[in-house]
């Protein structure tokens, strides 16, 4: 085994991390809300393009080197929102684009995500179908050279200021898993109504809300593979999702630690730096071995990714343990800066804030457990 980055990959990662300090704006109270010109300015450092073909603009990176690029963004950025945001745009919607599009959609759709110049969404999850996806209820009835779209999704990332809309209706209803089918959907179709941005505990600058389609006639060129191959499609794009976009978390992480070090370095009680104190150094030696833990089962899930040959536990096992992570992290950062700490302008507390819904998307811890036992017979 070789743990080591290559030097290109080092190269690479300390490069986009030095540039994304010099964009990072400073952490604030309540977490900034979305601004197209931010997402532009990394957008034009290639994050929203990482993985895509070069023939389209994008870095044509694997799994493991998206993940590494990503680590960047989330350690060299502030705004854990705006990192969530591109991750779920390029994770979510542009890979399941790239390798199930037609070759006429992709041409394009796929510049305009690699560049950034188009935001997608997300909308898979619905009121009554979030953990279980086995009964949405947004429906596509095929009609000549078209698909009607009828029903209403939930928590679409991004829908509010998206140009495509990534989404997966019946097609089939007595099919069940095999009657589901993917879309990618331009914003400007006829029948398609997007609500105002929710306001949300966390991730502020990644806007989401509800996406209504109300006879929305979507060309059937947009269709993501087959019909009745969503599960699929969605599927795929978990993997990569599940993978890749929680290693920005990592780089909160690393950032966050960071700072709990210099603080206990620093800041001073009874005559000594906090950090004397087993209470603290303690405290912090747990958070750095919560976050190596965590980076090792997610290198590992994006290298066997990278490889082709998914792996639906090591994934949930990443998955699980950097969302926990981060999670757990950001209360003891809580601790370490004591009253300061819970002060929103130290943007100590927003860690917590965008940590804690790591937990819920992509699948919740529960989800996660289970699909574990899964592996192991139970």
Not at 159 to 164: E, I, K, S, W
Not at 249 to 277: D, H, P, T, V, W
Not at 285 to 298: H, P, T, V
Not at 345 to 370: H, Y
Request: hydrophobic share 40%; with cysteine; net charge negative.
């Amino acid at each position: 085994m070789d743990f080591d980055l290559t030097a290109e990959q080092q190269k690479r990662f300390d490069d986009l991390r030095d540039a994304l300090i010099s964009a990072s704006p400073e952490p604030d109270g309540s977490g900034a809300p979305y601004d197209r010109d931010r997402w532009q300015k990394v957008a034009r450092l290639g994050l929203t393009g990482l993985c895509l073909p070069t023939e389209y603009g994008g870095g044509g990176l694997d799994a493991l080197d998206t993940a590494l690029g990503l680590e960047a963004f989330g350690e060299g950025y502030a705004d854990t929102g705006l990192v969530f945001a591109v991750s779920a745009h390029l994770l979510a919607c542009a890979v399941p684009i790239r390798d199930f599009a037609g070759d006429d959609v992709r041409a394009e759709l796929l510049p305009g995500l690699a560049s950034g110049a188009l935001i997608a969404a997300n909308a898979m999850t619905e009121d009554e179908a979030g953990s279980d996806l086995r009964t949405p209820s947004v429906t596509a009835r095929r009609d000549g050279d078209h698909y009607v779209l009828h029903g209403e999704k939930s928590f679409a990332s991004n829908a509010p200021a998206a140009d495509v809309i990534v989404t997966y209706a019946v097609t089939d209803p007595g099919a069940g898993f095999l009657g589901l089918s993917g879309f990618a959907v331009p914003r400007n179709l006829p029948g398609i109504h997007v609500s105002e941005p929710f306001t949300k505990m966390g991730l502020s600058s990644c806007p989401a809300g509800r996406v209504r389609f109300d006879g929305c006639a979507v060309p059937a060129r947009y269709l993501l593979g087959r019909e009745g191959q969503g599960t699929a499609v969605f599927t795929h794009s978990m993997q990569w999702e599940r993978t890749c976009l929680f290693a920005g978390y990592l780089g909160m992480m690393n950032r966050q630690l960071a700072r709990c070090a210099e603080q206990a370095r620093e800041r001073r009680q009874f005559s000594k730096a906090i950090g004397s104190f087993q209470a603290v150094s303690h405290r912090i030696a747990s958070m750095k071995q919560r976050l190596e833990a965590a980076r090792l089962l997610l290198y590992r899930a994006a290298w066997l990714l990278a490889r082709d040959r998914p792996d639906t536990t090591a994934i949930a096992l990443a998955k699980l343990a950097v969302s926990e992570a981060a999670v757990a992290n950001s209360l003891d950062a809580i601790q370490v800066f004591g009253g300061s700490g819970y002060l929103a302008g130290t943007g100590v507390e927003r860690n917590l804030r965008d940590a804690v819904p790591s937990t819920l998307f992509s699948g919740t811890s529960e989800i996660q457990r289970n699909l574990v036992a899964q592996s192991l017979g139970l």
